[in-house]
C-alpha cells in the first residue's frame, strides 16, 4: 500500500528550521519571518520594529 507516498505531504520540509529575518537564527517558529525570540525582543524592547512587524502580521493575516 505505498501508491500514494507522492501525494503526502512533504514533512521534511515542514519541520526544517527557517532562518529568523532578523537575526538569522533558525527557528522552528516564525510569525512573518520573525522567530519568537524576535518577537519578544521587539514588543519588550524595539517598539518601532514591533509596529512594523504587526503591520506585517495584519498584511500577512489581516486584520482582526
Ligand atoms: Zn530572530
Given at each position: 500500500m505505498a501508491a500514494d507516498v507522492d501525494t503526502e505531504p512533504d514533512l521534511d520540509a515542514l519541520a526544517a528550521p527557517h532562518p529568523c529575518s532578523r537575526c538569522g537564527e533558525p527557528a522552528m517558529l516564525s510569525v512573518v519571518g520573525f522567530c519568537a525570540a524576535c518577537v519578544a525582543d521587539m514588543?519588550?524592547?524595539?517598539?518601532?520594529?514591533?509596529?512594523?512587524?504587526?503591520?506585517?502580521?495584519?498584511?500577512t493575516y489581516g486584520r482582526k
Open positions: 514588543g519588550l524592547r524595539h517598539p518601532d520594529e514591533y509596529a512594523s512587524f504587526k503591520s506585517a502580521v495584519s498584511a
